[in-house]
């Protein structure tokens, strides 16, 4: 398996902020009882990626939500 990613670490509660601003909404985060089988940390490593691809991520996490995002409004 190979796994893409930009090196970075970001919380979901990070991502739920910065998701929220750049689409100039406000809602809050429901939380709920931690589930069996839960991932608490994960980081992709991408040496694989790098290697045998030659991954070499162009954009930050936010900058991808915002390509992500423009693209899902035009798309509508």
Same mark, same amino acid.
């Given at each position: ?7 970075? %670490?970001?919380?979901?509660?990070? *991502? $739920? #902020?910065? #998701? ?5 909404? &406000?809602? *809050?985060?429901?939380?709920? +009882?931690? %589930?069996? !089988?839960?991932? /608490?940390? &994960? ?6 990626? #790098?290697?045998?691809? !030659? /991954?070499? +991520? %162009?954009? &930050?996490?936010?900058?991808?939500? %915002? /390509?992500?995002?423009? $693209?899902?409004?035009? *798309?509508?």
């Amino acid at each position: 398996m190979i796994n893409g990613g930009n090196g970075g %670490r970001i919380t979901l509660n990070q *991502a $739920w #902020v910065l #998701v929220q601003r750049l689409a100039g909404v &406000s809602i *809050a985060a429901k939380y709920g +009882p931690p %589930r069996a !089988g839960d991932v /608490h940390d &994960s980081q992709a490593d991408t040496t694989l990626a #790098v290697e045998c691809l !030659g /991954h070499a +991520p %162009r954009f &930050s996490f936010e900058e991808g939500m %915002r /390509h992500t995002l423009d $693209w899902y409004r035009k *798309a509508r």
